[in-house]
């Protein structure tokens, strides 16, 4: 088998980081089987240089724009990773308390952070507010009375975006597409239009940006186009009517290539339609990609516990599971998989690849067809990440998986393998009972 590439191809189809020719394959110049010997299966290995290339090529693309970009700290939230974007300039989009403590510690600064969501408790809304975040984007008319609420009896003024729901099918997993009114995302640009008209009822609110996020894993510019220009003739209008808009988010949803054959669409293409639908506004552009910066970067590295020849199907048992990567049972999500070593020139048969978790769901791929392989070999599960560790659990008590970050030649570890006390900390050995 020939090698494949790990991480991504630039705009000329160059590869750029890491193979899996030779005898294992390597994450930059770090040899994968070291790797897991030293440090255990499932493994996240992440490529620094990899984050690092797609958030350049996207800064790069934004060249001339006032325009920022806020990691979707969602799609990997780890320490190390958050604090490479950290580094290298870019804010953070977070959904939660939890995220906005996270970014803070990685030195991403609260003014290049925005505070997206549906549902904000107010204990979040202080903690940001606390913070300083740069701004709300706000959902819900009950959201935008409590954060004036808030704001208000802490004697500040919130900056504010509308999130509009431009009614758009972002052709993409129903699970994951969120900008059409039948979503709970957003509100229409008929009620954004209300709360414009009457924005002097919340005065400790400044309502000045607007915000939408249609969905993720888009692949398609059509739906992009569509939202971008519903957002901008509604900017247009509403400047018009004499609102300042001061910042104008397009939300996240980059695609990235999970399957050969697939074909995301490029930065430059992408930036290409924000220019055109923006053309002339004079405040901040700020983008929240998360799958683009980092899915590509990542991989998932599991031996093979066994092979087992069912009655109707050859399954290949793997040491990773989905509560380690839930995406094959949650979307039937497609990642490469990739045999290491001397399985890589053995030939091909059709697997269901399956993790060890007690339910048929936990499937990576049916009847896929890959190198034999056996128990022991190593198989890397591609694009993995985003939305990988950041949505793993402990689910049939698996410790959660250790993450190594590789920069060149080095790599460290960037989450410890949990141990079992860590899996059951804050569960006492006994009841304590108590009446409220
Ligand atoms: N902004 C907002 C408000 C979002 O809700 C999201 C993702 C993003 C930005 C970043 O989207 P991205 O650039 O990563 O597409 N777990 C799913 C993906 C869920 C995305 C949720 N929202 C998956 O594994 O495919």
């Excluded at 990899?50 to 800064?59: C, K, S, T």
């Excluded at 804010?91 to 906005?100: C, W």
């Excluded at 002097?200 to 186009?225: A, F, K, N, T, Y």
């Excluded at 070593?341 to 890959?370: I, N």
């Amino acid at each position: 088998m020939s090698g494949r590439p790990f991480f991504w191809q630039d705009p000329g189809g160059k590869m750029q980081q890491g193979n899996t020719r030779g005898d294992a394959g390597t994450c930059e110049g770090v040899d994968l089987a070291s790797l897991a010997r030293r440090e255990g299966t499932p493994l996240y290995v992440y490529s620094a240089a990899a984050i690092r290339g797609r958030l350049r090529a996207l800064q790069a693309a934004l060249a001339g724009l006032d325009a920022g970009v806020c990691y979707a700290v969602k799609a990997n939230s780890n320490g190390a990773v958050l604090r490479l974007m950290a580094e290298e300039g870019a804010g953070a989009d977070i959904v939660s308390g939890g995220e906005l403590w996270r970014s803070l510690r990685a030195g991403i600064p609260a003014g290049r952070i925005v505070f997206s969501g549906v549902g904000k408790s107010a204990a979040e809304i202080v903690q940001a507010l606390e913070a300083g975040v740069a701004r709300f984007n706000i959902e819900s008319r009950a959201e935008l009375e409590l954060l004036e609420a808030i704001a208000s009896a802490r004697g500040q003024v919130a900056h504010a975006a509308v999130r509009i729901n431009p009614d758009v099918d972002a052709l993409t997993h129903a699970k994951i597409s969120t900008g059409k009114s039948e979503n709970k995302f957003g509100v229409s640009i008929a009620e954004a239009r209300a709360w414009f008209a009457q924005a002097d009822r919340w005065p400790s609110v400044r309502l000045d940006g607007l915000h939408m996020h249609i969905g993720s894993q888009i692949l398609s510019l059509e739906p992009v186009r569509q939202a971008l220009q519903r957002m901008a003739g509604f900017w247009r209008e509403l400047e018009a009517a004499g609102h300042a808009i001061a910042s104008i988010d397009v939300g996240g949803g980059l695609g990235v290539r999970y399957r050969e054959g697939e074909r995301p669409i490029e930065a430059d293409a992408y930036v290409a339609e924000i220019r055109q639908a923006l053309d002339g506004f004079r405040g901040r552009i700020l983008l929240e990609p998360g799958r683009y910066l980092v899915a590509e970067a990542g991989l998932l590295l599991s031996r093979v516990l066994l092979e087992k020849e069912g009655e109707a199907r050859r399954f290949l048992v793997l040491d990773a599971a989905m509560n380690d990567l839930l995406r094959p049972s949650l979307y039937d999500a497609w990642h490469d998989l990739v045999p290491l070593g001397d399985a890589a020139e053995r030939p091909p048969v059709a697997y269901d690849v399956v993790g060890p978790v007690c339910e048929t769901g936990d499937t990576f791929a049916t009847g896929r067809t890959m190198p034999r392989c056996e128990a022991g070999d190593l198989v890397a599960i591609l694009g993995a990440g985003a939305y990988g560790a950041s949505m793993a659990s402990t689910y049939n008590s698996r410790p959660l998986a250790a993450e190594v970050l590789v920069d060149g030649a080095r790599y460290a570890v960037v989450r410890r393998r949990q141990t079992l006390d860590e899996m059951i900390a804050g569960e006492p050995s006994a009841a304590t009972w108590q009446t409220p």
